[in-house]
């Protein structure tokens, strides 16, 4: 009997060791959204999520683990437009990139802000300019033909420019924009660039 119920005691444990992980990095994220780093004590995250801050040390070893786990759920959420197929229309796959940042945004301006004081974000937000510069290239590829080297570059640093999230942030939350309207500017702006978005 005993070794029967072993594989599921073990089973149990880690999809509760999981659960309770998941439950540090929320409360940790939570904090995130309405104080700066340097504010929030691991006893806070910890009696956020129920656990200790022992607990806390263990699964993450402080702040610096913390935030790589937080940008970890940043990454997630950027799976729907990074994982568009590539014949996507450029309208789609800009609806997709709001999306993102409607979901994750005003945590990763909270972190660009703070990027100077915490060398731990540094690596994690130059990842993200990577990768969004890739998506722009790729997004945008078919718009680049017959462009010289300098010119493609031009280009592609144009449509960083309009699609970066300090673009979002300046449109939806510095002048109040609605989500249909950001969509229907940022397009604009890359219409007369590259004439694919109406």
Avoid: C
């Avoid at 939570?30 to 340097?38: F, G, M, V």
């Amino acid at each position: 009997m005993l070794v029967a119920r072993r594989p599921y005691r073990q089973t149990a444990r880690a999809a509760a060791a999981e659960s309770l992980r998941q439950r540090v990095v929320r409360a940790f994220n939570d904090l995130l959204l309405s104080r700066w780093i340097d504010e929030i004590t691991l006893d806070e995250v910890a009696a956020s999520a129920g656990t200790t801050r022992q607990t806390v040390i263990r699964l993450f070893g402080g702040k610096d683990g913390l935030l790589e786990a937080v940008m970890d759920l940043v990454r997630a959420e950027a799976v729907p437009r990074t994982s568009m197929p590539a014949d996507v229309s450029a309208q789609a796959a800009l609806k997709a990139l709001i999306a993102h940042y409607e979901a994750v945004g005003d945590m990763v301006v909270r972190f660009l802000a703070q990027e100077e004081r915490h060398s731990a974000l540094r690596p994690l937000l130059a990842q993200g300019r990577h990768e969004h510069r890739a998506w722009v290239a790729e997004r945008f590829a078919s718009t680049q033909s017959g462009l010289s080297e300098l010119e493609r570059e031009r280009q592609i640093t144009r449509l960083i420019v309009a699609t970066d999230i300090h673009t979002w942030k300046l449109l939806r939350r510095d002048f109040g924009k609605s989500q249909d309207e950001v969509l229907h500017l940022m397009g604009g702006i890359i219409n007369k660039e590259t004439g694919e978005v109406t």
